[in-house]
T-cell receptor
Framework: DTEVTQTPKHLVMGMTNKKSLKCEQHMGHRAMYWYKQKAKKPPELMFV???????INESVPSRFSPECPNSSLLNLHLHALQPEDSALYLC??????????????FGNGTRLTVT | KNQVEQSPQSLIILEGKNCTLQCNYTVSPFSNLRWYKQDTGRGPVSLTI?????NTKSNGRYTATLDADTKQSSLHITASQLSDSASYIC???????????FGTGTRLKVLA
């Protein structure tokens, strides 16, 4: 079982809905990430939080809003999404940042479908 | 531009056979390279991590090599099993950055 827990596993939402994805880790990691993965493609970085502060926003549309309430939790708030936003959303954590010798630990993702 | 390329794009082998996956990168300054295995519908799982000074590392039936001069890495899978069917992703980190650069992956299918 993965040490990074994501909920829900599956989510279907309409374009006018507001929903949130949740991610939790208890490994004491200080960096947390959101990735978006389309079928047969590698994960694409969306956001990085380091010590609970947003460090990187990869020019993600404002309909995606990240939040890091504490060092163990990471949320992704969704509003007014488009069908092309349908994808697997992966959360990850690592001990440190800046390419340190620590692997990314991924959750199993939330499969999002926008109708 | 930092890039990671993998080959082949996909591979089909028979159970019990060996295979080798390739990763070429143009990431500078290089920090480390990781191989991940991703089963369908699940998150990637780290197999190995290699730094500049390491040229071989094993994890069970998986052996990774790194040639920092030619900027190439390989992942060798010995005595393949049906459970090895997955995507294998090469990920490279650059020193001083917050980003992990992902390759496009190799989709491996092991047939009985």
């Amino acid at each position: 079982d993965t040490e990074v827990t994501q909920t829900p596993k599956h989510l279907v939402m309409g374009m006018t809905n507001k929903k949130s994805l949740k991610c939790e880790q208890h490994m004491g990691h200080r960096a947390m990430y959101w990735y978006k993965q389309k079928a047969k493609k590698p994960p694409e970085l969306m956001f990085v939080y380091s010590y609970e502060k947003l460090s990187i926003n990869e020019s993600v549309p404002s309909r995606f809003s990240p939040e890091c309430p504490n060092s163990s939790l990471l949320n992704l708030h969704l509003h007014a999404l488009q069908p092309e936003d349908s994808a697997l959303y992966l959360c990850a954590s690592s001990q440190g940042v800046r390419g340190a010798n620590s692997p990314l630990h991924f959750g199993n993702g939330t499969r999002l479908t926008v109708t | 531009k930092n890039q990671v390329e993998q080959s082949p794009q996909s591979l089909i082998i028979l159970e019990g056979k060996n295979c080798t996956l390739q990763c070429n990168y143009t990431v500078s300054p290089f920090s480390n390279l990781r191989w991940y295995k991703q089963d369908t519908g699940r998150g990637p799982v780290s197999l190995t991590i290699m730094t500049f000074s390491e040229n071989t590392k094993s994890n069970g039936r998986y052996t990774a090599t790194l040639d920092a001069d030619t900027k190439q890495s390989s992942l060798h899978i010995t005595a393949s099993q049906l459970s090895d069917s997955a995507s294998y992703i090469c990920v490279v980190s650059a020193t001083g950055t917050y980003k992990y650069i992902f390759g496009t992956g190799t989709r491996l299918k092991v047939l009985a």
